[in-house]
Protein backbone atom coordinates (compact mmCIF):
# COMPACT_ATOMS: atom_id res chain seq x y z
CA UNK A 1 0.00 0.00 0.00
CA UNK A 2 1.41 3.20 -0.92
CA UNK A 3 -0.20 6.92 -0.05
CA UNK A 4 0.82 9.69 -2.36
CA UNK A 5 -0.18 13.62 -1.61
CA UNK A 6 0.73 16.15 -3.37
CA UNK A 7 1.79 19.65 -3.15
CA UNK A 8 3.07 23.04 -4.58
CA UNK A 9 0.15 23.77 -6.60
CA UNK A 10 -0.96 27.31 -7.38
CA UNK A 11 -1.77 30.48 -9.60
CA UNK A 12 1.07 31.23 -11.85
CA UNK A 13 1.02 33.64 -15.04
CA UNK A 14 1.54 32.27 -18.47
CA UNK A 15 4.82 31.77 -18.49
CA UNK A 16 5.93 31.00 -15.31
CA UNK A 17 6.77 27.93 -13.84
CA UNK A 18 5.97 25.52 -10.57
CA UNK A 19 7.06 22.50 -9.27
CA UNK A 20 4.88 20.22 -7.82
CA UNK A 21 5.74 17.44 -4.91
CA UNK A 22 4.50 13.96 -4.44
CA UNK A 23 5.31 12.54 -1.30
CA UNK A 24 5.03 9.13 -0.97
CA UNK A 25 4.37 6.49 2.28
CA UNK A 26 5.80 3.36 2.94
CA UNK A 27 9.38 1.95 2.22
CA UNK A 28 9.22 0.40 -0.86
CA UNK A 29 8.75 3.52 -2.76
CA UNK A 30 11.80 2.67 -5.10
CA UNK A 31 9.69 -0.33 -6.15
CA UNK A 32 7.33 1.90 -7.83
CA UNK A 33 7.29 3.54 -11.24
CA UNK A 34 6.09 6.38 -11.01
CA UNK A 35 3.53 9.09 -12.65
CA UNK A 36 1.91 12.72 -13.03
CA UNK A 37 -1.99 13.24 -14.45
CA UNK A 38 -3.70 15.97 -14.76
CA UNK A 39 -8.25 16.82 -15.58
CA UNK A 40 -9.14 19.97 -16.91
CA UNK A 41 -13.03 20.82 -16.01
CA UNK A 42 -14.95 18.70 -18.23
CA UNK A 43 -12.04 16.94 -19.46
CA UNK A 44 -10.81 13.11 -18.99
CA UNK A 45 -7.58 12.78 -16.83
CA UNK A 46 -4.73 12.24 -19.58
CA UNK A 47 -1.03 11.15 -18.99
CA UNK A 48 1.49 14.04 -18.39
CA UNK A 49 4.71 12.14 -17.60
CA UNK A 50 5.95 9.23 -15.84
CA UNK A 51 9.45 7.84 -14.54
CA UNK A 52 10.92 4.32 -13.86
CA UNK A 53 11.87 3.46 -10.39
CA UNK A 54 15.59 4.38 -10.95
CA UNK A 55 14.94 7.68 -12.45
CA UNK A 56 16.84 6.40 -15.80
CA UNK A 57 13.75 6.24 -17.96
CA UNK A 58 10.96 8.92 -18.28
CA UNK A 59 8.31 9.62 -20.32
CA UNK A 60 6.00 12.56 -21.30
CA UNK A 61 3.15 13.65 -23.14
CA UNK A 62 3.65 15.58 -26.27
CA UNK A 63 1.99 18.20 -25.22
CA UNK A 64 4.15 18.98 -22.35
CA UNK A 65 7.52 17.52 -23.93
CA UNK A 66 10.06 20.03 -23.59
CA UNK A 67 8.40 22.43 -20.95
CA UNK A 68 7.80 19.86 -18.28
CA UNK A 69 10.22 17.37 -15.77
CA UNK A 70 10.17 14.43 -14.19
CA UNK A 71 12.34 13.52 -11.25
CA UNK A 72 12.20 11.69 -8.21
CA UNK A 73 14.47 11.20 -4.91
CA UNK A 74 13.90 7.78 -3.35
CA UNK A 75 15.79 8.50 -0.32
CA UNK A 76 13.03 10.87 0.38
CA UNK A 77 10.18 8.85 -1.03
CA UNK A 78 9.53 11.85 -3.23
CA UNK A 79 8.72 12.49 -6.63
CA UNK A 80 8.82 15.95 -8.93
CA UNK A 81 6.99 17.60 -11.48
CA UNK A 82 9.11 21.06 -13.01
CA UNK A 83 6.80 23.01 -14.79
CA UNK A 84 8.17 25.40 -17.12
CA UNK A 85 6.92 27.76 -19.84
CA UNK A 86 3.30 27.24 -18.87
CA UNK A 87 0.15 28.05 -20.90
CA UNK A 88 -3.36 28.63 -19.72
CA UNK A 89 -4.23 24.99 -21.30
CA UNK A 90 -2.05 23.71 -18.59
CA UNK A 91 -5.09 24.71 -15.70
CA UNK A 92 -5.86 21.55 -14.72
CA UNK A 93 -5.69 19.11 -10.71
CA UNK A 94 -2.38 17.21 -11.37
CA UNK A 95 -2.85 13.69 -9.99
CA UNK A 96 0.30 12.32 -8.62
CA UNK A 97 0.47 8.20 -9.48
CA UNK A 98 2.31 4.52 -8.27
CA UNK A 99 2.80 1.64 -10.29
CA UNK A 100 3.86 -1.39 -8.98
CA UNK A 101 6.79 -2.54 -11.17
CA UNK A 102 10.22 -0.65 -12.20
CA UNK A 103 9.56 0.20 -15.41
CA UNK A 104 8.09 3.53 -16.88
CA UNK A 105 4.57 3.14 -18.57
CA UNK A 106 1.40 5.63 -19.21
CA UNK A 107 -1.11 3.01 -18.02
CA UNK A 108 -1.48 0.53 -15.01
CA UNK A 109 -1.11 3.04 -11.92
CA UNK A 110 -2.73 0.78 -8.93
CA UNK A 111 -2.65 4.54 -6.29
CA UNK A 112 -3.35 7.91 -7.15
CA UNK A 113 -2.94 10.96 -4.56
CA UNK A 114 -5.88 13.28 -4.14
CA UNK A 115 -4.66 16.12 -6.71
CA UNK A 116 -2.99 19.76 -6.29
CA UNK A 117 -4.78 22.71 -8.60
CA UNK A 118 -3.05 24.19 -10.93
CA UNK A 119 -4.18 27.43 -12.61
CA UNK A 120 -2.45 29.86 -15.58
CA UNK A 121 -3.76 32.92 -16.25
CA UNK A 122 -3.18 34.36 -19.74
Known amino acids: QVQLVESGGGLVQAGGSLRLSCAASGRTFSSYAMGWFRQAPGREREFVAA????????VYADSVKGRFTISRDNAKNTVYLQMNSLKPEDTAVYYC???????????????WGQGTQVTVSS
Open 97 to 111: AARQGLWVSKTGYDY
Open 51 to 58: ISWSGGST
